[in-house]
């Protein structure tokens, strides 16, 4: 027996209804794939980033020497970076050897004279009449960078021993190195028991010290810059504060200056601007 139009029409118009009805079925579950592999992505992506950064770390701790160097070759001049009162030791007692003939210490806070340096040293004074210059304009290592190139090429120099601590020391060679690119650095990192290999790791404070650090070296790699480098004309200099080197700590042994050092200028108070 053969099927009529009408019911041929009928079951046609059943079939379409019925697979309307599937497609709709179907469509939720269209989205709810698509987040599920978006947030797969996320999450892998999320742990590679992690994976990154972590090995980023380790490699930049790599670069800090665990170590004072024992002998430092000899170079025009030294900069040293202020931040600790170890830093300057270091660089006056460098200076004393004879492993530079003018001494560059950057970023020293206004409030801090020749006058106060002076009786900071007593046993250097003879090395502060005519070797020493201090910095008051850096803000940040950025500034010390600009600052040190500034006085580098005043002078002449071609060659710069940078005292720094060690963990600032990446840093540091990386903004010098820009700001003197025809200059030879020669690192000279100060090491403290806090950054000696068994030590950093399992110190919170020293583990946080070299995280910040770390992210500042990424931030100064991709020349990120929130902050202003140098005091500038008409600006507002920073707040006065106690004097950053205590008399005590600042001990050095009388040496005489070497030969290369007497045709040297007596120490300047500030930089030219």
């Not at 946080?208 to 140098?230: D, W």
Request: aromatic letters at 4%; hydrophobic letters at 45%.
């Amino acid at each position: 027996m053969t099927m009529s139009n009408t019911g041929r029409r009928a079951v046609r118009q059943k079939q379409s209804a019925t697979g309307r009805t599937g497609a709709r079925a179907q469509t939720p579950a269209r989205p709810r794939s698509l987040l599920r592999r978006l947030v797969v992505s996320l999450v892998l992506l999320t742990g590679l980033a992690g994976v990154a950064v972590a090995a980023g770390f380790l490699a930049f701790t790599a670069q800090i020497a665990a170590r004072e160097p024992a002998a430092v070759k000899p170079a025009d001049a030294i900069v040293v970076l202020t931040g600790g009162p170890s830093r300057i030791v270091d660089a006056v007692g460098l200076l004393a050897d004879g492993r530079g003939r003018r001494l560059l210490i950057t970023g020293v806070n206004p409030a801090t004279s020749m006058d106060e340096m002076r009786r900071a040293l007593p046993d250097g004074e003879h090395l502060l009449g005519c070797c020493i210059d201090l910095g008051h304009k850096a803000l940040n290592t950025r500034g010390n960078a600009l600052e040190a190139a500034e006085w580098a090429r005043e002078k002449r120099f071609r060659s710069l021993v940078v005292v720094t601590s060690s963990w600032h020391m990446p840093r540091a060679m990386m903004e010098l190195g820009r700001a003197l690119p025809d200059v030879e650095l020669v690192s000279y990192p100060v090491v403290t028991t806090r950054t000696q290999p068994e030590s950093w790791w399992s110190d919170p404070g020293t583990l946080k010290l070299l995280v910040k650090e770390y992210l500042k070296f990424i931030m100064a790699t991709v020349k990120i810059r929130p902050a202003q480098a140098v005091a500038g004309a008409g600006e507002s200099p920073r707040p006065a504060q106690p004097a950053p080197i205590a008399p005590a700590t600042l001990r050095v042994t009388p040496t005489p200056i070497p030969a290369a050092s007497a045709g040297f200028r007596p120490a300047e108070a500030r930089l030219s601007p």
